[in-house]
């Protein structure tokens, strides 16, 4: 873990004012991310720093936000642009308990992460940004923001016996203010302050994007999977009718999406029947049709 020295132990720095002011604003709805965020102002990469941190020893709940990622992923190893002062990249340890969750709560914390964005982005600014399956927030067909989700092998018992517990590093990247990025992906992605046409509380952003997070992974660590499930279909516009494109190792496949089940898979109808896809790289067709 590669990070710019500051002012305590490991590199890790105090929140700035106004990002401390913004989550004690919200911390009566912090329950499972309650500790204190751990500041870099640079990093190779926030989860890279949450997964350090993870393996180590420390828990559910530990929160790393970066001024700047020298090294930020996606996912497929894809990089995220992450230029300072312009986003939110942030990277959460989130905790699933074998004797009171199941193997659906860890399928769906890319989508529960999803419409926990979604909410704070529309809670923080008024913007109502779409979610294209599994892990982008669209704002009219660009980028605004994405979600890559990495578990970790633990040997923590589960409560109760049983099953042990899973750890789940969570990262986040918001587009926040205007930034100048690669000629590649230019035409495909927006900021939120290049929407609205003004400034906005990157602070206020932060802390509702915990809040929510807190809340969606109460959702599923209490089992109220058809919660998210229905959340995310309301935000998700391209889950029915979109035209996708996608490779096998028989060679290209196209059909039309027709929903997602409930482990989040996405179900695609083609001339064979309807297809399961879990992962991989898919090509979606612009406007698609919407419900």
Same mark, same amino acid.
């Given at each position: 873990?590669?990070?710019?020295?500051? /002012?305590?132990?490991?590199?890790?720095?105090?929140?700035?004012?106004?990002?401390?002011?913004?989550?004690?604003?919200?911390?009566?709805?912090? =329950? &499972?991310?309650?500790?204190?965020?751990? @500041?870099?102002?640079?990093?190779? /990469? =926030?989860? +890279?720093?949450? #997964?350090?941190?993870?393996?180590?020893?420390?828990?559910?709940?530990? *929160?790393?936000?970066?001024?700047?990622?020298?090294?930020?992923?996606? $996912?497929?190893?894809?990089?995220?642009?992450?230029?300072?002062? /312009?986003?939110? @990249?942030?990277?959460?340890?989130?905790?699933?308990?074998?004797?009171?969750?199941?193997? &659906?709560?860890?399928?769906?914390?890319?989508?529960?992460?999803?419409?926990?964005?979604?909410?704070?982005?529309?809670?923080? =600014?008024?913007?109502?940004?779409?979610?294209?399956?599994?892990? %982008?927030?669209?704002?009219?067909?660009?980028?605004?923001?994405?979600?890559?989700?990495?578990?970790?092998?633990?040997?923590?018992?589960?409560?109760?016996?049983?099953?042990?517990? =899973?750890?789940?590093?969570?990262? @986040?990247?918001?587009? *926040?203010?205007?930034?100048?990025?690669?000629?590649?992906?230019?035409? $495909?992605?927006?900021?939120?302050?290049?929407?609205?046409?003004?400034?906005?509380?990157?602070?206020?952003?932060?802390?509702?994007?915990?809040?929510?997070?807190?809340?969606?992974?109460? %959702?599923?660590?209490?089992? $109220?999977?058809?919660?998210?499930?229905?959340?995310?279909?309301?935000?998700?516009?391209?889950?029915?009718?979109?035209?996708?494109?996608?490779?096998?190792?028989?060679? /290209?496949?196209?059909?039309?999406? +027709? +929903?997602?089940?409930? @482990?989040?898979?996405?179900?695609? &109808?083609? %001339?064979?029947?309807?297809?399961?896809?879990?992962?991989?790289?898919?090509?979606? #067709?612009?406007?698609?049709?919407?419900?």
């Amino acid at each position: 873990m590669s990070v710019t020295p500051s /002012s305590r132990p490991g590199g890790a720095g105090v929140l700035p004012g106004d990002f401390a002011d913004a989550v004690e604003r919200v911390r009566p709805r912090l =329950t &499972r991310l309650s500790a204190a965020p751990l @500041y870099f102002t640079e990093v190779a /990469s =926030t989860n +890279d720093a949450a #997964t350090a941190l993870a393996s180590s020893g420390v828990g559910e709940g530990r *929160v790393v936000l970066a001024e700047r990622q020298t090294a930020g992923r996606g $996912r497929r190893g894809r990089r995220w642009f992450s230029p300072p002062g /312009s986003g939110l @990249y942030v990277s959460v340890v989130l905790a699933y308990d074998g004797a009171r969750s199941s193997d &659906r709560a860890t399928a769906l914390v890319t989508l529960a992460a999803a419409v926990a964005l979604a909410e704070a982005i529309e809670a923080s =600014t008024g913007l109502q940004p779409d979610i294209k399956w599994p892990n %982008d927030l669209q704002i009219e067909g660009r980028k605004v923001a994405g979600i890559l989700a990495e578990g970790l092998a633990t040997n923590q018992p589960a409560a109760g016996g049983g099953r042990g517990v =899973t750890l789940v590093v969570l990262g @986040y990247g918001i587009n *926040v203010g205007p930034m100048t990025h690669p000629p590649e992906i230019a035409h $495909r992605a927006t900021s939120l302050e290049s929407e609205l046409g003004r400034p906005i509380e990157r602070a206020m952003l932060f802390a509702e994007s915990l809040a929510a997070l807190d809340a969606r992974h109460g %959702d599923l660590v209490e089992g $109220r999977f058809d919660v998210i499930l229905d959340a995310w279909r309301r935000r998700a516009p391209m889950r029915r009718g979109a035209r996708v494109t996608w490779e096998t190792p028989a060679g /290209s496949r196209t059909g039309v999406t +027709d +929903d997602i089940d409930e @482990y989040g898979a996405l179900l695609v &109808r083609t %001339d064979e029947g309807l297809e399961r896809l879990i992962a991989g790289e898919i090509h979606w #067709t612009p406007h698609a049709a919407r419900d």
